[in-house]
């Protein structure tokens, strides 16, 4: 049975695709863990706590209460309780 004859610029070629197919997956990879698809949503609940919780005057409470329940970053977090 002959043997697999794969020439040098085949095996260069070869090679270059597997690189970029790993390189692709890698920065898919990293995407998918910045945003993850099956956070939880905002409830009402919880937008009644960080209601009370603002007029209160613990606002950074607040901030810390939507980011343990949702998963935003700190500044998303922040601009929503601002919002409220």
Same mark, same amino acid.
């Given at each position: 049975?002959?043997a697999?004859?794969?020439? /040098?610029? =085949?095996? %260069?070629?070869?090679?270059a695709v %597997? /690189?970029?197919?790993t390189i692709?997956?890698i920065i898919? #990879?990293?995407r998918? /863990? &910045?945003r993850?698809? $099956?956070?939880?949503? %905002?409830s009402?609940?919880?937008?009644? &706590?960080?209601r !009370?919780l603002? +007029?209160l005057?613990q606002? &950074? !409470? +607040?901030?810390?209460l939507v980011r =343990? !329940?949702t998963g935003?970053?700190q500044?998303s977090a #922040?601009r929503?309780? $601002?919002?409220?």
């Open positions: 049975m002959p697999l004859d794969i020439t /040098t610029p =085949g095996l %260069i070629a070869l090679t %597997i /690189t970029a197919l692709w997956l898919l #990879a990293a998918l /863990t &910045q993850p698809r $099956n956070r939880p949503g %905002i009402v609940d919880l937008v009644d &706590q960080v !009370e603002k +007029a005057g606002i &950074q !409470e +607040a901030v810390f =343990g !329940e935003m970053s500044r #922040a929503f309780v $601002n919002r409220l």
